[in-house]
């Protein structure tokens, strides 16, 4: 819905109201209503979409947290410090067997999300996301 639907109509408003702000014929105050609506339509579906990008990442980050606790029985608070987002992010597609050697590799090997997805051999899809 977002990307096919949203963001293209939305889009499309805010150049419709760009080109009618630059022709003549229509009051000043007409041109400065549609372009800033237009202009705040389009922010609010990009913004939509941050917010709920931001969460995921958050939800992520405590599900991570949970599973090397639940794994370990120690926090993964050490570990997280030492790995970036998309690395997080990546690791989640691991299996339980192989997520606490991955994490380790991961740090000392400084392997990319796309590195660390290719190394997942039982891959653990996550069919719930937004």
Same mark, same amino acid.
């Given at each position: 819905?977002?990307?096919?639907?949203?963001?293209?109509?939305?889009?499309?408003?805010?150049?419709?109201?760009?080109?009618?702000?630059?022709?003549?014929?229509?009051?000043?105050?007409?041109?400065?209503?549609?372009?800033?609506?237009?202009?705040?339509?389009?922010?609010?579906?990009?913004?939509?979409?941050?917010?709920?990008?931001?969460?995921?990442?958050?939800?992520?980050?405590?599900?991570?947290? !949970? /599973?090397?606790?639940?794994?370990?029985?120690?926090?993964?608070?050490?570990?997280?410090?030492? !790995?970036?987002?998309?690395?997080?992010?990546? !690791? /989640?597609?691991?299996?339980?067997?192989?997520?606490?050697?991955?994490?380790?590799?991961?740090?000392?090997?400084?392997?990319?999300?796309?590195?660390?997805?290719?190394?997942?051999?039982?891959?653990?899809?996550?069919?719930?996301?937004?």
């Amino acid at each position: 819905m977002h990307h096919f639907i949203l963001t293209p109509i939305t889009a499309v408003i805010f150049v419709w109201s760009i080109i009618n702000a630059l022709q003549d014929g229509q009051p000043l105050a007409q041109k400065i209503y549609f372009t800033l609506t237009a202009t705040i339509l389009l922010i609010l579906g990009l913004l939509s979409r941050s917010y709920g990008l931001r969460n995921q990442d958050r939800i992520i980050r405590v599900e991570m947290r !949970l /599973r090397y606790f639940e794994l370990t029985g120690t926090s993964f608070s050490s570990k997280e410090k030492q !790995l970036r987002l998309g690395q997080i992010i990546a !690791l /989640r597609f691991a299996s339980d067997e192989e997520l606490i050697e991955l994490i380790d590799r991961a740090i000392s090997e400084k392997l990319s999300g796309t590195d660390i997805k290719k190394a997942v051999t039982n891959w653990q899809g996550d069919n719930l996301r937004v």
